[in-house]
């Protein structure tokens, strides 16, 4: 008996996007090739083309994707608090260590210049808009004349990566701090905000 291919419906190319967030999901990025998409989709390894130019094309729109989640949950986050400063900067540093835990695969795609476009302009504008809100938190938190908003932003994000890229590699294990009690990943925000009072 011939085996029937899924209807699309005309949206195959939300079908090869979805295929490909989900072997991203449960395989890692190696698992996400044009081939193996097209053959999950059930559609010929040529079909992807008319969608997605390569694979580079493919995985840059998911990253791109995975940003405008991470800038809503922060928006949504932040339309919750008052303007008090540390509590709105925590907001990002929680949001993006969460979504790093919750999605390794997804996190570490997002960080991977070798197989996305970071020059694409619509992963840059969803990445601006996230930095720039930091920046702009940062720019009524602390006093002027010591380090500029750049500086605080970069620190921050810098730190939070760290912390998680070593935990996803096996690196750091998901300890408490000993004196405060509270998860080693909430300490560290706890001290980063320590020195905007």
Not at 143 to 165: C, E
Request: charged letters at 25%; a neutral charge; proline letters at 4%.
């Amino acid at each position: 008996m011939k085996q029937t291919k899924p209807f699309h419906h005309g949206d195959l190319k939300r079908v090869l996007f979805d295929v490909a967030l989900k072997r991203l999901d449960e395989h890692g990025v190696g698992a996400v090739t044009i081939r193996a998409v097209a053959k999950a989709a059930g559609v010929s390894h040529s079909a992807p083309v008319n969608h997605y130019k390569d694979l580079r094309t493919l995985l840059t729109k998911i990253a791109k994707a995975q940003f405008d989640t991470l800038l809503i949950e922060i928006d949504t986050r932040l339309a919750e608090l008052n303007d008090k400063p540390a509590p709105r900067i925590e907001v990002f540093a929680e949001a993006i260590m969460e979504f790093g835990f919750r999605y390794p695969n997804r996190y570490r795609l997002l960080w991977s210049k070798d197989l996305i476009d970071h020059s694409d302009p619509e992963l840059l504008s969803v990445m601006d808009k996230i930095y720039d809100q930091l920046c702009l938190e940062f720019s009524s938190a602390v006093q002027a004349g010591r380090f500029d908003k750049d500086t605080y932003a970069v620190a921050l994000w810098s730190m939070i990566h760290g912390y998680v890229d070593m935990r996803l590699s096996g690196m750091f294990e998901p300890l408490n701090d000993s004196v405060s009690g509270a998860p080693r990943g909430k300490a560290i925000i706890d001290l980063f905000k320590s020195v905007l009072k």
